[in-house]
């Protein structure tokens, strides 16, 4: 394991090369209103900007839009394929069982690959999530890839993120696997979404499960985040 940790990823740059390009440049053009409207301490309105038309509402809620380029999750995927060599995939122990899923802890098996998401987080969904509920991400996040498949863990039981706010679900491989899914309790279901797009959804309020695998492994980039009132 320690030859793995200190490998230099090439996934782990702090660059935007990752990013849709569309997303990226919607993000840029939104960032003078949303620190206009940071720095009017709650006096100010934040205007609509492009940004919120690149971001689909299937369910009340439940939002998706185009994050990561295709290139990038599959170069993922084979840093996986790396990963495997040196550990498994493994359910939280810490976590009760509605919520255990096969993972790989990015900060504890990947820091390099983490700390790249986290600048993900910071400049990228950041923006985002000020423009769909004014909030931001402070501390205490946990990202990894989750893989549902019919040896290890078939199907979610219903539950809610433990210790998140927002959850964002980015799928990595889908069309490799059957089935899948991400089912609303009362809500409606999302079906797999393309390569790179994200789920985001708020943890607390908007209980979930990952519907069944038929065949294959449905690996999926997973945030668990905790927000801040910006104001």
Not at 18 to 45: C, H, N, R, W
Not at 104 to 117: T, V
Request: hydrophobic share 40%; proline share 6%; with cysteine.
């Amino acid at each position: 394991m320690n030859n793995y940790l200190i490998k230099n990823f090439p996934l782990a740059v702090r660059s935007e090369w990752m990013i849709d390009d569309q997303t990226s440049s919607l993000v840029k053009t939104a960032l003078p209103e949303i620190l206009k409207f940071g720095k009017s301490l709650g006096k100010g309105d934040l205007k609509e900007t492009a940004l919120r038309s690149q971001i689909k509402e299937p369910i009340k809620e439940v939002y998706t839009l185009p994050l990561f380029k295709p290139d990038f999750c599959e170069m993922l995927l084979n840093e996986v394929d790396n990963m495997k060599l040196y550990f498994n995939f493994e359910p939280n122990p810490e976590e009760d069982k509605l919520r255990q899923i096969p993972e790989i802890i990015l900060e504890q098996f990947a820091p390099d690959i983490f700390l790249s998401m986290v600048s993900v987080v910071y400049s990228v969904l950041n923006p985002i999530f000020m423009v769909l509920w004014q909030r931001y991400i402070e501390t205490a996040y946990s990202i990894q890839i989750a893989n549902y498949n019919l040896k290890d863990k078939q199907q979610g039981a219903w539950h809610h993120d433990q210790t998140a706010d927002i959850s964002v679900v980015v799928p990595l491989n889908t069309g490799d696997y059957e089935g899948g899914g991400t089912e609303f309790l009362g809500r409606g279901i999302i079906k797999p979404l393309k390569n790179g797009h994200a789920l985001i959804f708020p943890s607390f309020t908007h209980m979930h499960r990952g519907l069944a695998v038929g065949e294959g492994d449905r690996y999926l980039l997973v945030f668990w985040l905790k927000t801040a009132i910006p104001v």
